[in-house]
């Protein structure tokens, strides 16, 4: 088993960690996490949400084992600043317009899309002018996952009577990460040579950089409803075991509280160490019975 999050060596949190990155203009999603794997010597890592090329902001990043959370991401909201492009003159009626936006959406992904072209519906939880100056409109939209802004500005040009597109795209929060505590490609660089010496003035390795901007893997869970099992438990799970109530040891201690049936949760042990993600079948209070079944083992 993992050590204690922050008990963990600099080589055990590449093995298991995320970085809250700011993507730069110009690379795909993938080259980024291409990058990242490369600086910190890991055997994998992966993006968590793809965006385009041009677009910046918010890409958290696992490495080593924790490539195997990003069914977590898929769960959680996305946030958006986006430069909405108008066609005409805005009209005086502007923000009421947009507002007719929240809610639920009938979407067809566009052509370029890495997905089937059917029509489906996604949620934009809220839209928000936040400044407007001759033909463009500034927005924030928080919305589902797998919502397509650039189809959203399409549509909201129509709605205008103007036409319009989307001009500049930043993500500015992926749940459970925000763009408070962004850090670029350069940083996680910096913070390798820091951590074994290479770049520190007297030439002794400095761990503090590098604990700053790759994250323990956990960090990306803290918006799942929790179980903590017993470390005997999470050696069963470890060998692709269940979780039964008799190794339920708490329910709610870590991330967002207790679960429901069917929910997606994470199981830690008592120090904090995350063990497996899995679904809620049974009752935790029970005194027999399967509990959580599993999805990712991540030990």
Known sequence: MRPAPEERSVEDLCAF???????????????????????????????????DPKVTGCLPTLTGDATRLAPVFLEGAKEYVAVLELH?????????????????????????????????????????????????VLLRIRCESGTYVRKLCHDIGLALGTGGHMGHLRRTATDPFDDRDLHTLHDLADGVAFADGRDTPDGDPDESLIWEVLRPAEEAMTGLPSLTIADSAAREVANGAPV?????????????????????????????????LGRLVGDPDADAGEVVSLERVLV
């Open 17 to 51: 960690g995320v970085v809250n990155l700011d993507k730069p203009a110009g690379p795909s999603a993938h080259q980024v996490a291409a990058w990242v794997r490369d600086i910190l010597g890991v055997d994998r890592a992966a993006h968590a949400g793809t965006l």
């Open 88 to 136: 005409g003159s805005a009209p005086t009626d502007l923000e009421r317009v947009v507002a007719e936006f929240e809610g639920e959406l009938y979407q067809k992904p566009p052509r370029k899309s890495a997905v089937k072209r059917r029509l489906r519906t996604r949620e934009v939880y809220d839209l928000t002018v936040l400044d407007q100056t001759d033909r463009q």
């Open 244 to 276: 039964y109530a008799p190794g339920v040891v708490a329910s709610g201690a870590f991330g967002a509280g207790d679960p429901d049936d069917g929910d997606l949760l994470a199981c830690y042990t008592p120090d904090g160490s995350a063990v497996c």
